[in-house]
């Protein structure tokens, strides 16, 4: 069985928890962490726009930014692994998280995530668009979790 399980800040306890619970010792878990390269791209617009130029030469707020990010995937996909508690691939990407997630889930059997909207009551509006567009879209069985149950 090949699972894929996708991590984001806030919610990836439960998906981790998931993994670990649900699902067979013996198959082919993949914990995924996206990041979307929207925020570096404001950065550094909002730098050249307001400013009239792009940084100078180690002082560009995106390549900043992409720093941390890699950094934080880095520490939540080894966090999640530890928690999932056996041999897990640890994959970080970046890219836009809607069409990253389900070209990912693409010829898997199970793709986990977690709900990432109003999380006070049951319905359409406790996912996130990404997530909804996921859920909508994703080739494979899907696994929905609460993240604070």
Request: glycine content about 10%; aromatic content about 2%; proline content about 9%.
């Amino acid at each position: 069985m090949a699972v894929v399980v996708w991590l984001r800040e806030g919610t990836w306890p439960a998906c981790a928890d998931a993994a670990r619970d649900q699902l067979p010792a013996d198959g082919r878990t993949v914990l995924l962490h996206v990041t979307d390269p929207e925020t570096a791209e404001t950065a550094r617009a909002a730098g050249a726009g307001l400013m009239g130029r792009a940084a100078p030469p180690g002082r560009d707020p995106a390549a900043r930014i992409d720093r941390l990010a890699a950094d934080l995937s880095r520490e939540l996909l080894a966090a999640a692994g530890a928690r999932v508690g056996r041999p897990c691939e640890l994959r970080s990407v970046t890219g836009g998280p809607e069409r990253t997630v389900t070209a990912a889930a693409s010829g898997a059997d199970l793709l986990i995530c977690a709900r990432d909207g109003d999380r006070s009551r049951p319905g359409p509006h406790s996912l996130g668009p990404a997530t909804r567009f996921v859920v909508d879209h994703a080739e494979c069985p899907v696994l929905l979790v609460w993240p604070d149950r």
